[in-house]
T-cell receptor
């Protein structure tokens, strides 16, 4: 099925642990991005990528890093988890503006850091 | 910089009535898209409607329609004949190039 696949859906981490949230899309989209959504709030951009080998920081990049070695995959790494990183994380993909784009979202990854 | 503002944190509507959710945006780009996404408690992001900035005609999808005022940078969502299943958080989103900018969201309650 075409779409954005995020794993894991739920994860509990201890403070200081590291982990990787996986994101994959099979639509050959150039643009991919990661967001976090805290309770009662909108989505805030963590990192984004405009193509394989190209990444850039969003508004809340600290504590996370990303890589884009292929068009399909865009993993998000938490380097040393902190309770402030407890949130729901969304991956999204799309084509460039003007190409009839729609934003496709993964189903979200619920992360709790204790 | 690109910003999106939803000035109504919460709205409520009676079932079968009409409700309008407000959104204003600011962008320096000439080529952009605007979207409304619905997020139910499951947190899934569901596309409601989209509008290309170069189109003057307002987008419509069944009971959902927008009032796109480009000069005023306004993009409101009208929901007609509201149903219980419309209850959700609604996000206004502006997209230009690779950049997606979300509003803070409006929590819509539908009363039976």
């Amino acid at each position: 099925n075409a779409g954005v696949t995020q794993t894991p859906k739920f994860q509990v981490l201890k403070t200081g642990q590291s982990m990787t949230l996986q994101c994959a899309q099979d639509m050959n989209h150039e643009y991919m991005s990661w967001y976090r959504q805290d309770p009662g709030m909108g989505l805030r951009l963590i990192h984004y990528s405009v193509g394989a080998g190209i990444t850039d920081q969003g508004e809340v990049p600290n504590g996370y890093n990303v890589s884009r070695s292929t068009t399909e995959d865009f993993p998000l790494r938490l380097l040393s988890a902190a309770p402030s990183q407890t949130s729901v994380y969304f991956c999204a993909s799309s084509r460039p503006t003007g190409a009839g784009n729609t934003i496709y979202f993964g189903e979200g990854s619920w992360l709790t850091v204790v | 910089a690109q910003t999106v503002t939803q000035s109504q944190p919460e709205m409520s509507v009676q079932e079968a009535e009409t409700v309008t959710l407000s959104c204003t945006y600011d962008t320096s780009e000439s080529d952009y898209y605007l979207f409304w996404y619905k997020q139910p408690p499951s947190r899934q992001m569901i596309l409601v409607i989209r509008q290309e900035a170069y189109k003057q005609q307002n987008a419509t999808e069944n009971r959902f329609s927008v009032n796109f005022q480009k000069a005023a940078k306004s993009f409101s969502l009208k929901i007609s004949d509201s149903q219980l299943g419309d209850a959700a958080m609604y996000f206004c989103v502006a997209v230009s190039g690779s950049r997606l900018t979300f509003g803070e969201g409006t929590q819509l309650t539908v009363n039976p």
